[in-house]
Structure formats: structure tokens, C-alpha cells
């Protein structure tokens, strides 16, 4: 078993969800030009904040996923029940933080984040012996 997949994920999401979300529109919008230093720093504040907002939900996941990796569940079956986990918890942050009500651009965001959770929650081992999708 891996202890360190927990972080791996984290990280990882903590990283591809910002990207997805200052990335996605450039590709979505005919005049979707950004200057380098809006990105990094969009990016890199979308990143810090995610961080601090998001060790509530990483202190659950981790807890989580010692619980659930006693139960040697399929490990398609693990990654997809924490990836829902994390999904709910985000959600919960971003509901927690924006309030009842979003609008269609705040839900950009949990699509976005979404697909960081589950990018990041698929592309690294639990076991040793799990063959990784990339290779």
C-alpha cells in the first residue's frame, strides 16, 4: 500500500484544478488572450487558496482512505468512492464559501475542480502491484 497516495492526490489536485479553470476558457472564447503574469498569478492564488481551504477536506480524505484500504476493495472501486468523497467535500467547501447560491460562472468552477479530483485521483498507484494508466 502507498501512504503517500492521499498527498499525491492532493497535490495534484491542488495543481490541475487551477490550471483547468484559468486554462479552460482560453480554449472556450475566440479573444480568450491572457497575459503569462495574469496566469501564474491567477493560478498561483487559485493554488494557495485551494491549499487553505481545502485541509478540512485532505484531513477527511486521508482518514478515509486508511479506513477504506483495510476493507481491500477493488482498487477502481477505492479510487472512485474517494474521488466521490473529495468531490462532496469540495463541493461543500465551495458552497461554504460562495454561499447558497452560485451562479453559472462559480459552477464552471466545480466542473473544473472536478475534473483536477478526478485526473489526480486516477493517475497515481494505491498498490504497488496496480498497473498505472499511463503506461
Not at 72 to 86: D, G, H, V, Y
Request: net charge positive; charged share 10%; hydrophobic share 50%.
Amino acid at each position: 500500500m502507498k501512504e503517500i497516495y492521499p498527498f499525491q492526490v492532493w497535490w495534484a489536485s491542488l495543481f490541475l484544478g487551477p490550471i483547468i479553470f484559468v486554462t479552460h476558457p482560453l480554449f472556450m472564447s475566440s479573444h480568450g488572450k491572457i497575459s503569462l503574469e495574469t496566469y501564474v498569478g491567477v493560478t498561483s492564488y487559485a493554488m494557495v487558496l485551494g491549499a487553505i481551504l481545502s485541509i478540512p477536506t485532505f484531513t477527511l480524505y486521508f482518514v478515509l482512505f486508511k479506513g477504506l484500504i483495510k476493507l481491500n476493495w477493488p482498487t477502481m472501486i477505492l479510487k472512485s468512492s474517494l474521488s466521490i468523497i473529495a468531490i462532496l467535500c469540495m463541493i461543500t467547501t465551495f458552497r461554504f464559501v460562495f454561499g447558497i447560491q452560485i451562479n453559472m460562472s462559480d459552477s464552471r468552477i466545480f466542473f473544473d475542480y472536478t475534473a483536477g479530483i478526478i485526473i489526480s485521483g486516477f493517475i497515481f498507484r494505491i498498490r504497488n502491484t496496480e498497473k498505472v494508466l499511463h503506461s
